[in-house]
């Protein structure tokens, strides 16, 4: 009772009436929409390829360009041991890759180039003009290097391009080199 009174006295007094006069105020408070935010997330595109740029003829030079910054990075030397670390600082976009094992089945024995690499997964373009996403999770993939095959482990690819580079590998199997 006592605060009901107390407001009542605030609100019939001559003071707070005079400091209003005069004074405008909004008592429709209006606030424009905001457009909607860009997606985020696994359903956002991050690369779109029109469907006209979709043959695998066009990537083959793609391909070549890659072998030759290999062979520039690994300086012709093709000891396991230089190949290892190598490789997994390597740019991995342009690669010829096939999928010898993978946790989908119906992946085994797909072969492409290489087109964009993410965190989880190589998105390649196969001979058959499809785009395909291979995630790196639980799959060994076969790279070709002159003469030589190597399988990839995809768990020590799991990383971004650019955040492979950065890191200091110890010396651990994630490649294995095998004879052609």
């Known amino acids: 009772m006592l605060a009901k009174d107390f407001f009542t006295k605030l609100v019939n007094s001559e003071a707070l009436e005079n400091s209003l006069k005069g004074r405008q105020f909004l008592l429709d408070n209006y606030i424009e929409p905001r457009p909607p935010k860009p997606k985020k997330g696994p359903g956002k595109t991050i690369l779109e390829i029109p469907k006209e740029e979709q043959k695998y003829d066009l990537y083959i030079r793609l391909h070549e360009m890659w072998k030759e910054y290999l062979a ?12 290892q670390t190598r490789l997994l600082k390597a740019d991995m976009h342009g690669a010829k890759i096939s999928v010898w094992k993978a946790s989908c089945k119906s992946y085994e024995g797909q072969k492409g180039i290489i087109l964009h690499e993410t965190l989880r997964a190589f998105k390649v373009i196969t001979p ?48 294995k080199m095998m004879k052609s």
């Open 72 to 83: 520039d990075l690994l300086d012709n030397n093709f000891n396991p041991k230089n190949i």
């Open 128 to 175: 058959e003009n499809e785009i395909k996403m291979f995630l790196k999770k639980d799959a060994i993939f076969l790279l070709e290097i002159g003469d030589k095959v190597i399988k990839l482990f995809g768990e020590g690819f799991q990383y971004r391009a650019a955040d492979r580079a950065k890191i200091r590998w110890k010396q651990r199997d994630k490649l």
